[in-house]
C-alpha cells in the first residue's frame, strides 16, 4: 500500500523530505503541499507531482492524504497536530512538537483521547546508526552503570536571527531527546554556563554556552553548544560507565595524505551528517503505517519532555540557576514506542 502524504511547510527541510519521500523512501508519496509562500508551495508540489493546498486544514482534510508532515515553523506546528488528530490521521511532527509545553499536554491529551498513537517527532538522531550502536552497547551492559556523558553539538555558523535562548530550544533539544533514550533515563535538572565567548558571532549571541543537566538515575550531562565553531558541523558524544566507555563514531570519510599532512573532511551541516538517520526515520515510519500499525517512534511525550526541558535550559541560560524540570511519571499509554 502506498502512504498519502500531504506536507505543511516548504521551506529548507520541507523541500528535502519531499524530496526524500519521492526520490528515496518505497510506498510514499507526496500528494499534496501547503506553504504560507503560494510560490514556495507551488515550486514544492510541481517536483513532487503534487497538489497545493490553501492552509493546513484544507491540506489535513484532503481525500488523498492519509498522513500529515508538519515542517513549518515551531510556532505553527500545535494547530496542524491537533488538527491531523481530530482528523484521526498520523502526523509526523518536525522538532519542536511545540514550542509551549501546554500545548505539547493539549497534544499528548488529544492522542490519548484518541485512543491510539497517531504522533511522531522529527527527533532523527535515534535513527542515527552511531547512535543506534552506542544504544545496543550501553543496553548489553559491556561499559557498565553509565556515570558521565560529554557531548558537544557545533554548527559552524548561523543567522542573525538566532538568539541565545535557541541553543536550548533549537539546537540541544537534539541531545536532549537523544540521551532520555539512549540511557532510558529522565533530566531532572539543568544549568547553563557561559565560557569566554567567541569573537566569530553576533553581537547579542551567547556562544558557546556549556549545559549542563543532572538525570533521576543520577547521570551528569555536559553539553557542549557552539554554533560559530566556523569550521564545519560536529557532533560528538561519549558515554563513560564503570567499566568502560562508548564514542560516537564520525562519519565515514577517506583520509587524505598529501602536502605533509593527514585530514578528513568535516561535513558542512545536519543535512549530511544526519541524511542516512533521515531515510532510516522515513523508511519505519511509511513502513508503520503502511502495515496499519502505530509509529515506534519519538512520541508526543517524548517531544513534551523535550520543550519542558529545554525551556527549563532557557530559564537557567537567563537565571543562572539550576532549574528543576518536573516532568511528571510517563503515562502507561506512552509506555513504549518511544523509549524502545
Ligand atoms: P524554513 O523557514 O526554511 O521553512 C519553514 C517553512 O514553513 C517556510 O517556507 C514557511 O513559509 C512555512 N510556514 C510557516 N508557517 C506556516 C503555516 N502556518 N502553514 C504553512 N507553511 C508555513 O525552516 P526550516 O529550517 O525548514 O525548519 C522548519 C522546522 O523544521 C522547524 O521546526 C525546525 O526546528 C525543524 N528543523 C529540524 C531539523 C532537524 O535536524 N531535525 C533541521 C532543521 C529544521
Ligand atoms: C537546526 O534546526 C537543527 O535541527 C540541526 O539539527 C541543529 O544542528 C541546528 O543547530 C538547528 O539550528
Known sequence: ???????????????????????????????AVTDIDAERAAQAAKTAGAQVHPDGAAL???????????TSWGPTHAEHVLGAIAAGKPVFCEKPLATTSEDCLKIVEAEQAHGRRLVQVGFM???????????DVIASGRIGTPLIVHCAHRNAT?????????????TAVHEIDVLRWLLDDEIVSTQVIAPRATANKHEHLTDPQIMLFETAKGVRIDLEVFVNCRYGYDIQCETVGEEGLVRLPDPAAVGVRTAGAHSTAVLPDWTGRFADAFDTEFREWVANLAAGNEPTGPSAWDGYAATVITGATAEALTSGRIVPTDIPNRPAFYATGGHQ
Open 1 to 31: 500500500m502506498t502512504v498519502r502524504i500531504g506536507v505543511i511547510g516548504a521551506g529548507w527541510i520541507g523541500q528535502e523530505h519531499i524530496r526524500r519521500l519521492t526520490e528515496t523512501i518505497a510506498g510514499a508519496q507526496v500528494t
Open 125 to 135: 538522531r535515534r535513527f542515527d546508526q552511531g547512535y543506534r550502536q552506542m544504544k
Open 158 to 170: 548561523v543567522p542573525a536571527s538566532y538568539t541565545s535562548d535557541m541553543a536550548a530550544l533549537d
Open 60 to 70: 489535513i482534510a484532503a481525500d488523498d492524504v492519509d498522513a500529515v508532515l508538519v
